[in-house]
């Protein structure tokens, strides 16, 4: 078998502990069985710690071997170079920004000289440098070396007297050329403000490249295509551009698959099928030669990098791809970054920049419009502003500049970046208005200015008011049709005045038609009502789409998104974004000093106290259940560093000196309360450690650690807060961090620094071995599992290795963040070996990228050695603004609060409404009362109670192939599961032995599988295989075994099956009566109490028909299929009822009704639809939830209540509560400070017609 080329070996072996180990390609895949819980780690076998796409940086000489898809190019200028050799001339190369120049001279044209691409190439000096804003010093530094002197003294003869200086470079061996490359040449003319200079540095190019029996130095220059005409303002660079530029566009679809699969495949790295494909979907390339738009070549680097990021062993996945958000999300990520980092006139610019650039739609999408430089420039009040904001967006690619016309790089960008829908949003109208204005004026210059083109009355009215508001700037052609218009306007009125007298003679008409006239105008004011109401349903679709876009990186700006759009319009779509917000791990925020930073947070051990430090000084205990503030302290002039809790809530505090930019310095204290709950007065001392920055408590609680400068690590007695023992030092290290084992019989103390973890005996003060590992990055944070059995450290290479409590093995690594991990914490709940039916234990990590992420950790220890370790993300918590320095889990591991550095608590919950499983979720059912329920994946594992916190991931694994259908019997006291093999277990429920042999039986031959199973009546059960047999059997399930009696096969009149096309889809009715069945295109009654058919087969769908589900009282059958739709049955008559259901834009795989005739559909488009269905014969379209992130195979309403549970191909189980006004309820609560701030909602988007105040009211 071979994949994108490559040869793929699969091998399968048993391996120690109960483990299975497959060989994939270059991957092996291990998988560990328990009696509780399995799961699945892969093992990279190719290279897999580089990243060969680097983002929206350029390709460097470093990156070459991953530089694919301009073989072409290189060879072209290689070409004209060779040919310069003995012409002369500098060669330029022209591009739009984005379209790959840098990379093409870093990575494609240096490399190959080296490898001697030109006669005696491998050994010419070689200089590539840009201009910046003293370009002959630029030059100076390249040069020096070669001739011999200071750069300085260089830069100064270059400009007064480089004759000699040039002579000497040109003196040098013959054989022995020098290449100059001039990279981002733009600079000479964006950076340099010297004339002079910049005229000094073209002669000097120009006489160095010109050829005297040879050219000894070759030049190149790269410059931007928009600098074309500024470039050859100028003669000789006007000779260049004439003498055979070589100008680079766009890739071609085969380059561009080149440039996506090479660099993978360098470094044995598998591209999963599709994914290249939906990249160049998403980069705009539509007819696979067709070549994406110029500028957009870095983003797509960016995605891949991130893709990288997210791989699955040594495979770029499509999951990968789409967990990064994409391309959309990258860009606007950058803009962001981009608009942050300008001053304050340059971002007002920015904002008239960007709404000259958006063609605002009307009933349509917006678009990108394209704007000559000079009138952007011309328009604005400051145009070095303007310039500032447009350098800054193009040289991130967010804009595209080709020669004197500047346009958006691609209209993504007005969609995903927040900021600029705000100001869009902010005066739609009168954009639309200016808009319209704008095209209107050239159209008046282009008729030779004639009157008929002017505006007049209520438009010219609009225009003008427009025109009237601050940030819509007019250029002079506008100005000028506003003007003439205003003339016009004035000779009209003199005109009328002459009419007045005649107007009396019609006056009498004018009575005639006043009735008509009020027949129209109430005609009139009907339309005006709905075409009002369809301008808010409109907006309230709009905002429901904005909060599902913003749900997984802005959660707080998705909640008010969700919420606005309920208040505009009560439409299916804003009902969907609502319930949606219960999905988020977002659990609110306390706002505690707004604006100035919180540098350390904790919790006491029994979770119920939560201590927070702060840049200005200040300390805060708050109540862990209800978030309110017991307390606060403060240390004047000082900064909170750390702070931790002992056993029976004593606390130690660290803080350092402020500094008079608020930032840390040197003398560090340390105060102490006995009782964190009592405010006493703090006992404080010097531990005379230069700045501090962190602390422990050992388990007892009789000893406390702090981690300075220098010494690194003391000890304290948290009795008498006098030291104990000696300073623990080694080679005047610092200690970032610092922690105890936490076990009866450990004595370690550790503490990571540069580099290293250091072992100390905390007793003896002796050192033990040092921790290393294979870099040096610094350590900044520690901390042990309960028990002391795992050790995790995080540190600014942004990987989390876990090692055995003793540090003497490296177990796992474990990447994910993309900056410093500057806190870790393990969960004081479940230890992480997986003895017994523990799944493990979770441990948080908190990254300097605004993530804070939950990892769940199995350690399956043995006697033997220090076992196997593996961890699973779980949950991530991002934050758009706001970085959060230390996080902390609250009493168990289910909820996290984080400091943040806009002065808040972020509040955070890992099991909230999602469970999360180690695969696909195939099937769910309940309890005929709804308190009891099942679950089932595609690793055959069973799920029972998940929804209950305490059982929250409880997973017993059962054996290792997949699970399609489990069933509770009608009493609940029996479950019954199948799929991946001929055989069906059946037990008690809540036993663990399904897949035992006492409690399996065989149900099929073995060539067939069975995927549905269903309890009839009177302990009878029957299964659905996938070669269409469906049969009944008599269980009997005893104390040691279950017994299967065949007592009937179903079968179609004529036939030896059920369906002889296969079968999909099986369900039972409430009262036991009706057995339905689905197959391929038609679905199937059955009478349980003959076991015949009822009626004629259920023809309609165009497909497998594999969803099926009754209504309450049994009167009602839905099924669901392959042509994406839903159909409604009478169940007496087994006619259709109305028309199909349409809405779905895939598969339909699951449907179910609820007690009040709610019915849901889930589809492999990734979305749930919800229909009221209480009249089966117009069912109206209630709601559309979204959230899952691949297909949803099962979807279940619990009975007697208004919750839908469904399952997905992402590894989740969702919980949705559909009681709307609950959900607002709570939603409110989490977004109030965001809603009463102006501060804190400074970042929301746009609400359309909603004030934020009246959001929630």
């Not at 009419?499 to 004018?510: D, E, T």
């Not at 240390?635 to 809530?649: L, M, Q, S, W």
């Not at 991530?876 to 609060?897: C, I, L, M, P, R």
Request: one cysteine or more.
């Amino acid at each position: 078998m071979q994949v994108n080329g490559t040869p793929v070996v699969h091998l399968e072996a048993e391996a120690a502990y109960g483990a299975v180990a497959y060989q994939s390609g270059r991957d092996t895949h291990l998988h560990y069985h328990g009696s509780a819980h399995s799961t699945h780690r892969v093992e990279s076998g190719g290279k897999g710690d580089q990243c060969p796409y680097p983002g929206l940086a350029a390709f460097g000489p470093g990156e070459a071997r991953w530089f694919f898809g301009r073989e072409r190019a290189a060879a072209d200028l290689i070409s004209l170079l060779d040919r310069r050799l003995a012409s002369g001339g500098a060669q330029v190369v022209v591009a739009p920004s984005g379209a790959g120049k840098s990379s093409l001279l870093r990575a494609g044209l240096l490399p190959r000289l080296r490898h001697r691409a030109l006669p005696g190439s491998r050994t010419w000096p070689k200089a590539l440098f840009t201009p910046t804003a003293r370009p002959l010093h630029s030059l100076a530094t390249q040069l020096a070396p070669l001739v011999g002197a200071e750069p300085a003294a260089l830069a100064t003869a270059l400009r007064t007297d480089p004759g000699p200086w040039l002579a000497r470079l040109r003196g040098r061996d013959a054989d022995s050329r020098v290449l100059l490359v001039v990279d981002q040449f733009e600079e000479l003319f964006t950076l340099c403000g010297d004339e002079s200079e910049r005229r000094a540095f073209v002669q000097l190019l120009s006489g160095l490249a010109e050829a005297r029996d040879g050219a000894d130095v070759l030049v190149v220059i790269g410059v931007r295509a928009d600098f074309y005409a500024t470039f050859a303002a100028y003669p000789a660079l006007r000779s260049a551009l004439q003498d055979s530029p070589l100008v680079l566009g766009p890739m071609s679809g085969s380059e561009l698959r080149e440039a996506i699969e090479y660099p993978a495949r360098d470094l044995g790295l598998q591209v999963e099928p599709g994914l290249v494909e939906l990249l160049l979907r998403d980069l705009g390339v539509t007819d696979g030669e067709v070549g994406y738009e110029a500028g957009r070549l870095p983003l797509l680097a960016h995605a891949l990098r991130g893709v990288w990021h997210q791989r699955h062993g040594s495979t770029l996945t499509v999951d990968g791809y789409r967990v990064t958000g994409g391309i959309e999300r990258a860009i606007a990520r950058t803009a962001d970054q981009v608009h942050a980092g300008l001053d304050e006139a340059a971002q007002q610019a920015a904002r008239e920049l960007f709404l000259r650039l958006v063609g605002v739609g009307d009933g349509t999408d917006d678009t990108r419009r394209r704007v000559r430089r000079d009138e952007l420039l011309h328009t604005s009040a400051e145009p070095d502003a303007v310039l500032r904001a447009l350098e800054a967006f193009t040289a991130q690619r967010l804009l595209t500049r080709q020669r004197d016309v500047v346009e958006i790089t691609h209209e993504a960008l007005i969609r995903a970046w927040p900021l600029l829908r705000k100001w869009l949003d902010k005066d739609r109208d009168g954009l639309l208005v200016h808009q319209r204005l704008a095209d209107a004026a050239v159209g008046w210059h282009r008729n030779g200015r004639s009157p008929d083109a002017l505006y007049r009355g209520v438009v010219l009215a609009d225009a003008h008011a427009a025109a009237a508001k601050q940030h819509i700037v007019l250029t002079p052609l506008e100005q000028d049709f506003l003007a003439a218009g205003r003339r016009a306007r004035q000779r009209g009125v003199r005109r009328r005045r002459k009419l007045v007298a005649g107007m009396a003679v019609v006056s009498v008409l004018a009575l005639l038609s006043a009735v008509v006239a009020f027949r129209s105008a109430d005609q009139a004011a009907q339309q005006q009502r709905y075409a009002q109401d369809q301008r808010l349903i409109a907006e309230s679709r709009r905002l429901a789409t904005q909060a599902q876009e913003f749900a997984d990186y802005n959660p707080q700006a998705s909640i008010v998104l969700a919420l606005a759009s309920w208040r505009t319009r009560q439409t299916p779509e804003a009902r969907g974004a609502l319930l949606g917000t219960q999905m988020g791990s977002f659990d609110g925020v306390t706002v505690l000093d707004e604006g100035r930073e919180l540098t350390a947070v904790a919790v006491s051990k029994d979770g119920d106290l939560v201590a927070l430090g702060g840049q200005a000084g200040r300390l805060w205990l708050l109540s862990a259940p209800s978030r309110q503030v017991i307390w606060t302290d403060e240390f004047p002039d000082r900064y909170v560093t750390a702070v931790e809790f002992g056993i029976d809530h004593t606390l130690a505090v660290t803080t350092v000196k402020r500094l008079p930019d608020g930032k840390p310095g040197d003398g560090g204290t340390v105060a102490l309360w006995p009782d964190a709950k009592v405010k006493a007065e703090r006992e404080e001392f010097d531990p005379e450690q230069g700045p501090l920055f962190d602390i422990a408590f050992s388990d007892n609680g009789a000893l406390l650690a702090t981690a300075g400068q220098q010494p690194g690590v003391r000890q304290w007695s948290t009795a008498t807060a006098n030291p104990y023992g000696e300073a623990l030092q080694d080679r005047d290290a610092a200690a970032y961090t610092v922690a105890y084992r936490p076990c009866d019989e450990c004595k370690e103390l550790i503490a990571g620094g540069d580099g290293v973890i250091r072992r100390w005996d905390r007793f003896t003060g002796r050192s033990l071995e040092s921790i290393t590992w294979r870099n040096t990055a610094a350590v900044h944070a520690v901390g042990f599992s309960r028990g002391g059995k795992l050790l995790a450290s995080g540190a600014a290479d942004q990987v989390l290795r876990l090692w055995d409590g003793g540090g003497t093995a490296l177990l796992d690594e474990v990447t994910g963040h993309n900056l410093l991990i500057s806190d870790l914490a393990f969960a004081a709940g479940e230890p992480c070996d997986t003895g017994g039916n523990r799944p493990g234990c979770a441990l948080l990590t908190n990254s300097l990228d605004l993530t804070t992420r939950v990892w769940m950790v199995r350690h399956d220890n043995t006697p033997a050695g220090p076992g196997v370790v593996t961890a699973t993300e779980v949950a991530k918590f991002e934050t758009q603004n706001s970085t959060s320095y230390h996080a902390a889990f609250v009493g168990d591991s289910y909820q996290v609060v984080a400091s943040g550095t806009d002065g808040s608590a972020r509040w955070w919950s890992t099991a909230r409404r999602v469970v999360s499983s180690a695969a696909a979720v195939n099937d769910i059912d309940f309890t005929g009362d709804g308190e009891s329920q099942i679950a089932v994946d595609a690793q055959g594992a069973v799920l029972s109670d998940y929804s209950t916190p305490s059982e929250n991931g409880r997973f017993w694994r059962q054996r290792s192939q997949v699970f399609t259908s489990a069933a509770f019997s009608p009493s609940g006291d029996h479950v019954a599961v199948a799929g991946g093999a001929n055989d069906v277990g059946v037990a008690a429920a809540g036993d663990r032995s399904l897949a035992t042999e006492a409690r399996r039986f065989v149900a099929t031959d073995r060539s067939d599988e069975i995927l549905r199973v269903a309890f009839g009546p009177d302990g009878t059960l029957f299964t659905g295989s996938r070669e269409g047999l469906v049969k009944r059997w008599q269980i009997t399930v005893a104390a040691e075994r279950t017994t299967a009696e065949e007592s009937a096969s179903l079968t179609e009149p004529g036939a030896e099956v059920a369906h002889e096309k296969g079968l999909c889809g099986m369900a039972i009715s409430h009262n036991r009566r009706y057995l339905a069945t689905g197959s391929d295109g038609v679905g199937r009654l059955w009478d349980t109490s003959d076991n015949q058919p009822v009626g004629k087969p259920l023809a309609g769908h165009q497909g497998s028909v594999c969803g099926l589900a009754f209504n309450r009282d049994d009167t009602v059958l839905a099924t669901a299929g392959f042509d994406n739709t839903v159909r409604l049955w009478d169940v007496p008559t087994g006619l259709p009822i109305g028309e199909p259901l349409l809405g779905h834009t895939g598969p339909v795989m699951s449907v179910a009704f609820s007690d009040d005739g709610k019915l849901a559909s889930g589809s492999h488009d990734r979305t749930v639809r919800v229909w009221d269905a209480s009249r089966p014969e117009s069912p109206r379209h209630w709601a559309t939830l979204t959230g899952h992130r691949d297909k949803i195979n099962a979807v279940r309403f619990r009975p007697a209540s208004d919750e839908l549970h469904t399952g997905s191909d992402d590894h989740t189980l969702r919980m949705w509560q559909f009681d709307v006004d609950q959900v607002r309820q709570r939603a409110c609560g989490l977004v109030a400070h965001v809603l009463a701030s102006d501060e804190a909602s400074k970042n929301l988007p746009e609400l359309g017609t909603v004030q934020r105040q009246d959001v929630c009211a």
